[in-house]
């Protein structure tokens, strides 16, 4: 039996309207981390306002495949899985 704890592709909007995506095993305090200035330097120029879309994943293989893959999607592509799933 597996004791992993899931990790989450989490989409944010950043001012401007842009979209960020990541993994984290805690969206919340990553979240925070970003709004703080102590995330990933495109959040440091883009500051995050929300979360968008969080997806959980059993395991960090899986969520950094997932996040590869929406990366590699078109913008338009992006929002419309967001307007489908997220919160």
């Not at 979209?19 to 969206?27: F, N, Q, S």
């Not at 919340?28 to 990933?40: C, D, I, L, W």
């Not at 120029?45 to 590699?72: C, G, M, N, Q, Y």
């Amino acid at each position: 039996m597996s004791t992993s704890r899931p990790w989450f592709l989490y989409v944010l909007e950043c001012r401007g309207g842009s979209l960020y995506t990541g993994v984290a095993l805690d969206v919340a305090r990553r979240f925070s981390e970003h709004q703080r200035g102590r995330g990933a330097r495109y959040t440091r120029s883009h500051p995050p306002e929300r979360v968008l879309l969080t997806i959980e994943f059993p395991d960090k293989s899986a969520a950094l495949k997932a996040e590869h893959a929406f990366k590699a999607l078109p913008v338009n592509a992006k929002r419309a899985l967001v307007a489908r799933h997220g919160s």
